[in-house]
């Protein structure tokens, strides 16, 4: 059983930046490649980002490439998204979630699964 809990979201204005950490409490977190989802209220839960295992190779959606970056540290388990030139449609809570899976962006190949942090870009 691998828990994942997110933090780092909140309010920010357009244009800003937030960081999410995913801590992992499991020593095997180097064993899983790791995403990022986010949900908007009223849509489906969507893919942003992953990265696998030893962090040598990552996968965007195209709504956020050159904005987004998704890192890991293995010592720490824990995976980040750092988040720049927000917009309000970045507007969502933003689940992480692990994979044995790769390159994938499909929520049935994602195992375990935080409890989600809430990211709120205002105009």
């Known amino acids: 059983q691998v828990q994942l809990v997110e933090s780092g979201g909140g309010l920010v204005q357009a244009g800003g930046s937030l960081r999410l950490s995913c801590a992992a409490s499991?020593?095997?977190?180097?064993?899983?490649?790791m995403g990022w989802f986010r949900q908007a209220p009223g849509k489906e839960r969507e893919f942003v980002a992953a990265?696998?295992?030893?962090?040598?190779?990552?996968y965007y959606t195209d709504s956020v490439k050159g904005r987004f970056t998704i890192s890991r540290d293995n010592a720490k388990n824990t995976a980040y998204l750092q988040m720049n030139s927000l917009k309000p449609d970045d507007t969502a809570v933003y689940y992480c979630?692990?994979?044995?899976?790769?390159?994938?962006?499909?929520?049935?190949?994602?195992?375990?699964w935080g409890q989600g942090t809430q990211v709120t870009v205002s105009s």
């Open positions: 990265i696998t295992w030893s962090g040598g190779s990552t």
């Open positions: 979630a692990t994979t044995s899976t790769w390159p994938t962006r499909l929520e049935r190949h994602y195992n375990y």
């Open positions: 499991t020593r095997t977190f180097a064993n899983y490649h």
